[in-house]
T-cell receptor, first 112, second 115 residues
Framework: SQQGEEDPQALSIQEGENATMNCSYK?????LQWYRQNSGRGLVHLILIRSNEREKHSGRLRVTLDTSKKSSSLLITASRAADTASYFC????????????FGKGTHLIIQP | AAGVIQSPRHLIKEKRETATLKCYPIPRHDTVYWYQQGPGQDPQFLIS???????DKGSIPDRFSAQQFSDYHSELNMSSLELGDSALYFC??????????????FGSGTQLSVL
């Protein structure tokens, strides 16, 4: 079953603008992670936020987590053409080596 | 730095054939995961191994099996291939030490096309 659902499914903005992507999930989680994927390539980990954290920053990335609403957002500030990719949130609910459950992803296009 | 190595990069098979995908995790990583990603879809978790033992099972068909060997490399075996098995198959590894919360490192994937 789907755990993470992202919106919007596609987002096109001008270079330099900020991009915000949202993710909702259904069950309780240990942590939520965001990954980036260039077309046909492997996923690259961006940031992890634990269930007891509300906000986290990494460079131009800002992630928020609202466990009461079971939602998270990823903000990319000052976007660049190289940020064009698909972005997925992934949740971890179990312990040990349980697999991550990915959402459907947001395809972000940065217009130069 | 060493990354997760997957082979082959591309694989073309006929219906009802078998396929074997290989994954070499990052050295000293103790957990391997397999994911399937159809065109325009999100990655679907198939199976994972922790310290060479099967740890968790997702939406892996009975026609598929996987194992992790003593050198920590893993293989995904797929039999009686169907057209719907055409997808990008990713392997990922992490060091978990039995505790959740570590990021996954993904390989570049194997693109399987079933004709």
């Amino acid at each position: 079953s789907q755990q993470g659902e992202e919106d919007p499914q596609a987002l096109s903005i001008q270079e330099g603008e900020n991009a915000t992507m949202n993710c909702s999930y259904k069950t309780s989680i240990n942590n939520l992670q965001w990954y980036r994927q260039n077309s046909g390539r492997g996923l690259v980990h961006l940031i992890l936020i634990r269930s007891n954290e509300r906000e986290k920053h990494s460079g131009r990335l800002r992630v928020t987590l609202d466990t009461s609403k079971k939602s998270s957002s990823l903000l990319i500030t000052a976007s660049r053409a190289a940020d064009t990719a698909s972005y997925f949130c992934a949740t971890e609910s179990g312990g040990g080596a349980d697999g991550l459950t990915f959402g459907k992803g947001t395809h972000l296009i940065i217009q130069p | 730095a060493a990354g997760v190595i997957q082979s082959p990069r591309h694989l073309i098979k006929e219906k009802r054939e078998t396929a074997t995908l290989k994954c070499y995790p990052i050295p000293r990583h103790d957990t391997v995961y397999w994911y399937q990603q159809g065109p325009g879809q999100d990655p679907q978790f198939l199976i994972s191994f922790y310290e060479k033992m099967q740890s968790d099972k997702g939406s892996i068909p009975d026609r598929f099996s996987a194992q992790q060997f003593s050198d920590y490399h893993s293989e995904l075996n797929m039999s009686s291939l169907e057209l719907g098995d055409s997808a990008l198959y990713f392997c990922a590894s992490s060091w978990r030490g039995g505790v959740s919360g570590e990021k996954l490192f993904f390989g570049s994937g194997t693109q399987l096309s079933v004709l």
